[in-house]
T-cell receptor
Framework: GAGVSQSPSNKVTEKGKDVELRCDPI?????LYWYRQSLGQGLEFLIY????????KSGLPSDRFSAERTGGSVSTLTIQRTQQEDSAVYLC?????????????FGSGTRLTVV | AQTVTQSQPEMSVQEAETVTLSCTYD???????LFWYKQPPSRQMILVIR??????QNATENRFSVNFQKAAKSFSLKISDSQLGDTAMYFC????????????FGKGTKLSVIP
């Protein structure tokens, strides 16, 4: 596609429920990143996928968070047993090469609200 | 680890005037990159300008320029001839040059351009 597409745009869920957030990167971009933006905070790195290599999960805040990337394209971020502190905007980005100097393209994010 | 600090949570500027957004950072790296991203209400992060630390010349992109003071670890953004479309959150970010793909963000500055 022309840009990075994320769905849903907004999601309201009850505490304790599981949610799935989807990211469809730019076609041909082998690198994919998830970031979390909590209210009043900058972006926080969550996870990085590069081609078929093992992902860098070092930024995931707890074992309730997981992510996968199927076929080197679409990625899904799953949050199990959601908590109120999970409320945030979840942003996905993709790039042709992994060096940020050469440009990451971000999606418009999913705003998750846990009530 | 890198840290990025933006000390101005909110700023405003009259249309057509010039405004400077401040950013300081801390890193132990000799080679690194610095960025300013814009986040309008659409939530998509848009790269405004970037700087390689080993280049002393300040980067410029049309109305946007930076004042990079390496010794002081300061990286301010100057917006000239401010336009209503410049109203957005602005984030300063850094990345290690040593093959890193993670961006470290500040907490952002909310800029309002007043007609």
């Amino acid at each position: 596609g022309a840009g990075v597409s994320q769905s849903p745009s907004n999601k309201v869920t009850e505490k304790g429920k599981d949610v799935e957030l989807r990211c469809d990167p730019i076609s041909g971009h082998t690198a994919l990143y998830w970031y979390r933006q909590s209210l009043g905070q900058g972006l926080e790195f969550l996870i990085y996928f590069q081609g078929n290599s093992a992902p860098d999960k070092s930024g995931l805040p707890s074992d309730r968070f997981s992510a996968e990337r199927t076929g080197g394209s679409v990625s899904t971020l799953t949050i199990q047993r959601t908590q109120q502190e999970d409320s945030a905007v979840y942003l996905c980005a993709s790039s042709l090469v992994r060096n940020p100097f050469y440009g990451y393209t971000f999606g418009s994010g999913t705003r998750l609200t846990v009530v | 680890a890198q840290t990025v600090t933006q000390s101005q949570p909110e700023m405003s500027v009259q249309e057509a005037e010039t405004v400077t957004l401040s950013c300081t950072y801390d890193t132990s790296e000799n080679n690194y990159y610095l960025f300013w991203y814009k986040q309008p209400p659409s939530r998509q992060m848009i790269l405004v300008i970037r700087q390689e630390a080993y280049k002393q010349q300040n980067a410029t992109e049309n109305r946007f320029s930076v004042n990079f003071q390496k010794a002081a670890k300061s990286f301010s953004l100057k917006i000239s001839d401010s336009q209503l479309g410049d109203t957005a959150m602005y984030f300063c970010a850094s990345a290690s040059g040593a093959g890193s793909y993670q961006l470290t963000f500040g907490k952002g500055t909310k800029l309002s351009v007043i007609p």
